[in-house]
């Protein structure tokens, strides 16, 4: 049964007519409320009027593209993110990471597909990864690196580091494991729950997804990974947080 709840707003940002009434048909089931641009500027320019939930960008645009999108959305917004393209080359879903993409999905999709990977990201999103029994809220690091699980925030010496919510999870995954290593494939599953709870199997694409975001969140916290401050290479099996 589709939820008939107001889960909130959702943009579209896609220039084929049929896939994006596909895509806005998904949505609106799903129980968002749901505006449509046919460029990048427009679909821009919709985020910052609505500050939607979720939002899905198409990769090839007529103005500017899927990847110029993302780059301006994340300087004013933290609404999920999910790009859509035709595209299967490797390099473009890492661009897509790297930007601040919370999620890369392939066309052509199943409407179910799609309606999950949105479902799982917002799920996250709305967890706190990091029990608060466990971790004081907020936790400090070295009186330098703040975390906050209960309002998903991260503070560097008192400024805000602007984490998109992959990264924020990645992070918290990481700190929650009180200085154990985390597998490259153990974080996978944990950030991608739904891709591998029916035996799916973690890829080297994944691996590969996983050190892009890892990357990310070093560069956002000045940390270096041939000298890290925060997060340690375990070479050949995943990363180490630990505090200076």
């Known amino acids: 049964m589709d939820e008939t709840w107001d889960r909130g707003v959702a943009v579209v940002v896609e220039d084929d007519d049929d896939i994006r009434a596909l895509i806005e048909f998904t949505l609106r089931q799903a129980g968002f409320t749901v505006h449509a641009a046919v460029t990048g500027a427009q679909?821009?320019?919709?985020v910052k009027a609505h500050s939607p939930v979720v939002t899905t960008v198409d990769v090839s645009l007529p103005d500017i593209d899927g990847f110029e999108v993302v780059r301006r959305l994340r300087t004013f917004s933290d609404t999920v993110v999910v790009m859509l393209t035709a595209r299967v080359a490797e390099p473009d879903t890492l661009m897509g990471l790297e930007v601040g993409a919370d999620e890369y999905v392939t066309k052509p999709f199943r409407p179910r597909e799609l309606r999950a990977r949105v479902d799982a990201l917002l799920r996250r999103a709305g967890r706190v990864t990091v029990p608060v029994a466990d971790v004081p809220d907020p936790t400090t690091v070295d009186g330098h690196l703040e975390i906050d699980p209960a309002r998903r925030t991260v503070r560097l010496d008192g400024e805000l580091v602007q984490l998109t919510r992959?990264?924020?999870?990645l992070l918290a995954v990481l700190h929650g494991a009180h200085g154990r290593t985390v597998a490259k494939g153990d974080l996978a599953a944990e950030l991608w729950p739904d891709q591998y709870r029916y035996g799916g199997q973690v890829t080297e694409a994944d691996h590969r997804t996983v050190e892009v975001h890892?990357?990310?969140?070093?560069?956002?916290?000045?940390?270096?990974?041939?000298?890290?401050?925060?997060i340690h290479t375990v070479r050949g099996l995943g990363y180490r947080f630990e505090g200076p």
């Open 214 to 230: 890892v990357a990310n969140v070093r560069r956002k916290l000045g940390d270096s990974p041939t000298s890290p401050r925060f």
């Open 166 to 169: 992959t990264e924020f999870d």
């Open 43 to 46: 679909g821009v320019a919709l």
